[in-house]
């Protein structure tokens, strides 16, 4: 496991332990909570339905479980959908070191550590799976011409196509608040 904690502040290896159990459970939640709902979408009406749903969904649902878990709850990448889920400074670092470890074939593991401002922080890679192509794929191959149509009127600036399975799509960012 890969653990980075701030020199000013004291996180015992308990802590980390908790805070990464935490995490995980929050970022399990989460990625249930959302493809359930999701795949719901996608069963009701394919991509046509799924994208607008997500596009006006996803955002209040994380919000909903950020509620629930009394944690921030965000879903980040180097390749944006949603604009409103811009990286931090220190996530895009996050970002580039799985991505650097991806392709030295190493494994990802979350990443727990305390800020200046002594807040802790969980982070997750995001691996994509095969059924998430439908919208994230490569275009004209797992992406069809409908599906991109919707996704570029719903999303002008969209980057989050041309993923294969396995791909580091991007990261759970879990800030929490106590």
Known sequence: MVVLISCNTSFSEKEKEAYTLKGKEIAAASFLELSTQLTE???AGGPAQAIPFCNEKALPITNQLSEKFDAT?????NN???QENVPSKRELEILDNFHKMKLENKQLMPIVEVDATNKKHFYAPIIMKANCLVCHGTINEAVNIKTDSILKSLYPNDKATGYAEGDLRGIWSITFNK
């Open 41 to 43: 979408q996608m069963k």
């Open 73 to 77: 709850i965000k879903r980040t990448s």
């Open 80 to 82: 944006l959908r949603n």
